[in-house]
């Protein structure tokens, strides 16, 4: 057993060293995670709660993309506004249920696509648009790492969620290849799809 200091633990006076709820440039993320469990507890919609979320917010409709083109997707710019109409009154157990999944989602987890796991989707996929991060990327301006991609399918259409960073398929990769060795293809990643 570890030995911590006497006052060591998150309390109602620190909270908010953690996670900085007050902080105007609060990540999106960690906003969406707070929704989301609102939706899922608070207003009672359990594995609902993430199509509720985007129906209540009209992100499950088709939109015009910056390019002109159309599409389904959720931006940060979504999630910040969906935030500011929501106003949600963050109590301690509701900062505390975010940072828990965040730590979760950080040492033993699937990043963001956890809580996703549990909500009734059609399906969920990571790392299947954008450029290959091994791929030689040239002149071009702006473009998307296939590894920066989420889509989940919500009554047969594909929403792509821009706003999650999947930070923990880079950290496998950097994992796999400082201790194995393995960058090329074939290796443990390719295995398993990623």
């Not at 309390?11 to 609102?38: G, R, V």
């Not at 009672?44 to 509720?52: D, R, T």
């Not at 880079?170 to 960058?183: F, N, Q, T, V």
Request: aromatic letters at 14%.
């Amino acid at each position: 057993m570890l030995d911590y200091p006497p006052n060591y633990g998150v309390t109602k006076e620190n909270i908010d060293a953690f996670i900085d709820w007050h902080d105007k440039h609060l990540d999106p993320y960690l906003k969406y995670l707070a929704m989301l469990q609102y939706y899922e507890d608070s207003l009672g919609y359990g594995p609902e709660a993430f199509g509720q979320f985007l129906e209540a917010h009209k992100l499950n409709v088709l939109r015009k993309d910056t390019d002109g083109s159309m599409g389904f997707f959720v931006t940060a710019e979504d999630i910040n506004k969906a935030w500011n109409k929501e106003h949600l009154a963050m109590d301690f157990d509701a900062k505390m249920d975010v940072l828990t999944q965040v730590v979760y989602e950080e040492i033993k987890g699937n990043s963001c696509i956890d809580e996703l796991l549990y909500q009734n989707l059609g399906d969920i996929s990571i790392g299947v648009s954008g450029i290959p991060n091994a791929m030689f990327v040239g002149e071009i301006e702006r473009y998307m790492n296939a590894f920066d991609t989420c889509w989940v399918r919500y009554k047969g259409c594909s929403i792509h969620l821009r706003f999650f960073d999947l930070w923990f398929i880079r950290k496998d990769e950097e994992r796999s290849s400082s201790r194995y060795g393995l960058r090329n293809e074939g290796s443990i990643l390719g295995a398993r799809g990623l």
